[in-house]
């Protein structure tokens, strides 16, 4: 019995050697493990000059593209204009009608659209910054001058300020920047440069040495992702143009690579685009006055037949008829009418006010414009003559006029037309 105890002891001795033996075995012939990467810090943040409400308020529209986009006052008076064209047809009269209502704001509203549109992207800016106070805004890309030991960055255009700097830095530091960047593009860099082998001929080079075409293609990969990639970030506050950290990052997966001393030196003026401020309130133009002028003559009375012609009658063996009573006998409404501007200035339907020229405004010329205006059957103006007044002004006063609109005179129950002066008044106080 004692005897085979022992040998059971044995014999489980002997099968765990040969297990462990034959697991020992087993683990020299398994190909070891890939060498761990050591991990990158990257960052939860994001580069908000990537994002494209950030690209929308660096580079907003110009013209009336950009007063369409910020202001209520553009966008209200489109819609009272498009209202308007609804029931015209014809694509050529709607877009002159269009021109024509357009071409009848005045410069105040411009300015007010102008203002407003200003306000408009100021406050969506400054809500976009509090949005983002955490996140990274790109400052540039860099290029390191050996003769300088420096890191030199320059500004891209989705940068929120125009400047270049420079980071004193030894090529050690920046063998360090290549080195995480190796790190995390690695991956990529490998699919493209084994992509790259295999698509190879089977006679080529590349073929014939595939390690060291897949090492050198590795290489070109490399340097050439990295002006594209590598960029400088800065952390601060757009909204008050402060910048608390420099950062240098990967741009694909916003893994840091270095940071840097934001203290640094600036080579030449910054210039911020993403600008935030106070916008001044719209300069208004004074509209000028349109004042009454002086009664101009009366309209003349139709000719009476006279005593010379009645006598003339007789002496052809016609009796002399008696002459007609003015105030009686029916008359042809005369070519022409001349009224006072007062009375004209009244039956006006639609009346352009003068723009006061700006060069006028700068050297502080002022005063009034004197002109003889014709105004057809129609009420349109036909004809427009300067009696007094400075030239560049007066240009600005019958440009105005020729758009004026008037009821029609009537001359017993004729439209006739009429003659009349008008008088604008340019004054700097207004």
Same mark, same amino acid.
């Given at each position: 019995m004692r005897f085979q105890i022992l040998n059971r002891a044995a014999l489980s001795f002997f099968l765990c050697a040969?297990?462990?033996?034959?697991?020992?075995?087993?683990? %020299?012939n398994q190909t070891p493990p890939a060498p761990a990467i050591p991990a990158v810090p990257t960052s939860a943040q994001k580069i908000v000059s990537k994002n494209s409400d950030y690209l929308k308020l660096l580079n907003p529209p110009e013209g009336d593209d950009f007063l369409r986009a910020y202001s209520e006052g553009y966008q209200k008076k489109a819609a009272e204009i498009e209202a308007r064209l609804a029931d015209i047809s014809d694509e050529k009269v709607r877009s002159q009608t269009r021109d024509d209502n357009w071409a009848k704001v005045t410069r105040n509203e411009h300015n007010q659209f102008q203002y407003e549109a200003d306000v408009a992207l100021n406050a969506a800016r400054t809500s976009f910054s509090q949005a983002h106070r955490d996140g990274w805004f790109e400052v540039g890309r860099g290029t390191y001058d050996e003769s300088a030991n420096a890191y030199v960055v320059r500004a891209t255009p989705s940068a929120p300020m125009d400047m270049h700097f420079q980071v004193a830095m030894k090529p050690a530091t920046l063998t360090q920047i290549y080195e995480k960047f190796h790190q995390i593009a690695s991956p990529e860099i490998d699919q493209k440069a084994r992509a790259y082998v295999s698509q190879s001929g089977a006679n080529s080079n590349c073929a014939r040495n595939a390690d060291l075409c897949y090492q050198l293609k590795s290489?070109?990969? %490399?340097?050439? #992702?990295?002006?594209?990639?590598?960029?400088?970030?800065?952390?601060?506050d757009l909204e008050h143009r402060k910048i608390d950290r420099l950062l240098v990052v990967d741009y694909d997966t916003e893994g840091i690579l270095l940071e840097l001393d934001p203290h640094v030196p600036i080579l030449t003026p910054v210039a911020w685009r993403f600008s935030i401020g106070e916008v001044p309130k719209p300069i208004l133009e004074p509209e000028p006055a349109v004042a009454a002028a002086q009664p101009a003559t009366a309209v003349p009375a139709q000719p009476a037949t006279t005593a010379q012609d009645s006598a003339q009658g007789a002496e052809k063996?016609?009796? =002399?008829?008696? =002459?007609?009573?003015?105030?009686? =006998?029916?008359?042809?409404?005369? =070519?022409?009418?001349?009224?006072p501007a007062n009375v004209e200035a009244a039956s006006i339907i639609s009346q352009t006010k003068p723009v006061y020229p700006p060069e006028a405004r700068a050297s502080l010329i002022h005063g009034d414009v004197v002109l003889r205006a014709i105004i057809d059957k129609e009420g349109k103006i036909s004809e427009v003559h300067v009696l007094e007044?400075?030239?560049? #002004?007066?240009?600005?006063?019958?440009?105005?006029?020729?758009?004026?609109?008037?009821?029609?005179? #009537?001359?017993?129950?004729?439209?006739? %037309?009429? %003659?009349?002066?008008?008088?604008?008044?340019?004054? #700097?106080?207004?």
């Open positions: 040969v297990l462990s033996g034959a697991a020992a075995r087993a683990q %020299e290489n070109e990969i %490399e340097q050439g #992702l990295r002006p594209s990639r590598i960029v400088v970030v800065a952390q601060g063996g016609r009796a =002399a008829a008696p =002459a007609p009573n003015p105030s009686s =006998a029916p008359q042809a409404p005369p =070519a022409r009418v001349t009224v007044g400075d030239d560049v #002004l007066a240009k600005s006063a019958v440009e105005a006029v020729r758009q004026w609109r008037y009821k029609p005179m #009537l001359s017993d129950g004729v439209p006739t %037309e009429v %003659e009349t002066t008008i008088t604008i008044t340019f004054s #700097l106080a207004e």
